[in-house]
């Protein structure tokens, strides 16, 4: 059952935002709301991590929607992320938090009900993205979310984990786009040149033909594949992995 959470410190918005949330979780029975005045009570919280779903205003005092989101993630939380806020201007930033979208206040309901079905079903998307990596100690089940990219390194594709750690596969018997398929099936990953795919949950940027991930990753693109993945990028990021699955 969806399990989601509002965070304003506002209480006269996040009354209303609760308003519609309840209203929304009538269509989805079983659906469990709570609310936070504040990102600090939210991340004191023992289920701070397990919700399906983040209703987060931006503009908040002590801590931002922005950097509760960034620390959302850094504690693992795998939940979707939906910003509320007043103002179009922290938009681009939304991205340090992986966030699934940006609505400006005053929230139309159709549209927030809509941005709300489509990342819950992400949410659901995201726990069946996987992929079997045979290595030499046995064969491990990673999950989508858990890569941040994979390279090709001396014959073995080598996960890089958004964990900071890394994965080598057994030496490959077939090529490095034939033994990743199972993930480039799924919108967030895509190849760049013939010795990398990325997932662009984590892409931060794309500049002067690199690729530059959380945690200061980079990843050098071929000449005249700059354009083509920043609008990639950003169309994933702007309309939801859903939009284009």
């Given at each position: 059952?969806?399990?989601?959470?509002?965070?304003?410190?506002?209480?006269?918005e996040?009354?209303?935002?609760?308003?519609?949330?309840?209203?929304?979780?009538?269509?989805?029975?079983?659906?469990?709301?709570?609310?936070?005045?504040?990102?600090?009570?939210?991340?004191?919280?023992?289920?701070?991590?397990?919700?399906?779903?983040?209703?987060?205003?931006?503009?908040?005092?002590?801590?931002?929607?922005?950097?509760?989101?960034v620390?959302?993630?850094?504690?693992?939380?795998?939940?979707?992320?939906?910003?509320?806020?007043?103002t179009?201007?922290?938009?681009?930033?939304?991205y340090?938090?992986?966030?699934?979208?940006?609505?400006?206040?005053?929230?139309?309901?159709?549209?927030?009900?809509?941005?709300?079905?489509?990342?819950?079903?992400?949410?659901?998307?995201?726990?069946?993205?996987?992929?079997?990596?045979?290595?030499?100690?046995?064969?491990?089940?990673?999950?989508?979310?858990?890569?941040?990219?994979?390279?090709?390194?001396?014959?073995?594709?080598?996960?890089?984990?958004?964990d900071?750690?890394?994965?080598?596969?057994?030496?490959?018997?077939?090529s490095?786009?034939?033994?990743?398929?199972?993930?480039?099936?799924?919108?967030?990953?895509?190849?760049?040149?013939?010795?990398?795919?990325?997932?662009?949950?984590?892409?931060?940027?794309?500049?002067?033909?690199e690729?530059?991930?959380?945690?200061?990753?980079?990843?050098?693109?071929?000449?005249?594949?700059?354009?083509?993945?920043?609008?990639?990028?950003?169309?994933?990021?702007?309309?939801?992995?859903?939009?284009?699955?």
């Amino acid at each position: 059952m969806p399990k989601i959470a509002l965070c304003d410190d506002n209480g006269e918005e996040r009354a209303h935002t609760g308003t519609l949330l309840r209203e929304y979780a009538q269509t989805r029975p079983g659906t469990s709301i709570r609310t936070f005045s504040s990102g600090q009570q939210l991340l004191l919280s023992e289920e701070s991590t397990e919700f399906d779903l983040y209703i987060l205003d931006v503009v908040m005092p002590k801590m931002s929607g922005i950097e509760l989101g960034v620390r959302l993630r850094e504690q693992k939380c795998r939940g979707a992320i939906i910003y509320l806020t007043v103002t179009p201007e922290f938009a681009i930033n939304s991205y340090e938090a992986r966030a699934f979208y940006y609505l400006l206040k005053p929230v139309d309901p159709k549209r927030l009900f809509n941005v709300m079905d489509q990342a819950l079903a992400e949410t659901q998307h995201k726990k069946t993205v996987c992929i079997t990596v045979k290595t030499k100690n046995g064969s491990r089940l990673l999950e989508g979310e858990e890569i941040a990219y994979v390279e090709l390194a001396d014959r073995v594709a080598r996960y890089h984990l958004s964990d900071g750690t890394t994965l080598d596969s057994v030496m490959l018997r077939r090529s490095f786009r034939s033994e990743l398929e199972p993930l480039l099936r799924y919108p967030s990953f895509v190849p760049c040149g013939a010795s990398f795919v990325a997932n662009l949950r984590y892409v931060t940027g794309i500049d002067k033909g690199e690729l530059q991930l959380c945690g200061g990753l980079q990843i050098p693109l071929p000449r005249g594949q700059t354009s083509k993945l920043r609008q990639q990028w950003m169309d994933y990021w702007l309309d939801g992995a859903m939009d284009q699955a």
